[in-house]
T-cell receptor, first 109, second 114 residues
Framework: KQEVTQIPAALSVPEGENLVLNCSFT??????LQWFRQDPGKGLTSLLL?????REQTSGRLNASLDKSSGRSTLYIAASQPGDSATYLCAGLDDKIIFGKGTRLHILP | GAGVSQSPSNKVTEKGKDVELRCDPISGHTALYWYRQSLGQGLEFLIY????????KSGLPSDRFSAERTGGSVSTLTIQRTQQEDSAVYLC????????????FGEGSWLTVV
């Protein structure tokens, strides 16, 4: 049974710092992995999708990597801004979508 | 449409009443998912549709919950005889085909049972 774990559960960092969010999964047979952002009281916004044949994807200040052999994915946020404050979720995509519980990120102005 | 659309955005209902939540997926997306998120909690899978059929209903919490999808497009999640523990945001998502493609979420329907 696929399980997705995100560490840390919460993180506070000063504005301007680079940071890494971690996601691990138990079944390396996942097809793709997707990172989402959720603002309070809102739905989920797709950030990046990494296909199984890829090792990383980049969008602006965000870079996501995928290492299926070790069952890990990371989301790197460069030069963090207060507007980056949100909950970040990763999901393993196969025939089912399995979500982690998320990392609550707070960027301190 | 441009994105996944859900209605109503907010619903307050009395305990024991039935409610219907609607999801309009992105045009052309054959896969549709319903999730539930209680306050401060993670996402709970409810049901998955591929076209009009539901190969995975394993997440429906009880027989008070049902869902249908018609014409391979709009889906309705129905909760009968609502209970206070049903209070949550109900999120709908769609993808082009199976879960292997990018998943897009709606803004959710916030349900409060009083």
């Amino acid at each position: 049974k696929q399980e997705v774990t995100q560490i840390p559960a919460a993180l506070s960092v000063p504005e301007g710092e680079n940071l890494v969010l971690n996601c691990s999964f138990t079944d390396s047979a996942i097809y793709n992995l997707q990172w989402f952002r959720q603002d309070p009281g809102k739905g989920l916004t797709s950030l990046l999708l990494i296909q199984s044949s890829q090792r990383e994807q980049t969008s602006g200040r965000l870079n996501a990597s995928l290492d299926k052999s070790s069952g890990r994915s990371t989301l790197y946020i460069a030069a963090s801004q207060p507007g980056d404050s949100a909950t970040y979720l990763c999901a393993g995509l196969d025939d089912k979508i399995i979500f982690g519980k998320g990392t609550r990120l707070h960027i301190l102005p | 449409g441009a994105g996944v659309s859900q209605s109503p955005s907010n619903k307050v209902t009395e305990k024991g009443k039935d409610v219907e939540l609607r999801c309009d997926p992105i045009s052309g997306h054959t896969a549709l998912y319903w999730y539930r998120q209680s306050l401060g909690q993670g996402l709970e899978f409810l049901i998955y549709f591929q076209g009009n059929s539901a190969p995975d209903k394993s997440g429906l919490p009880s027989d008070r919950f049902s869902a249908e999808r018609t014409g391979g497009s709009v889906s309705t999640l129905t909760i009968q005889r609502t209970q206070q523990e049903d209070s949550a945001v109900y999120l709908c998502a769609s993808s082009l085909d199976r879960a292997r493609n990018t998943i897009y979420f709606g803004e959710g329907s916030w349900l409060t049972v009083v």
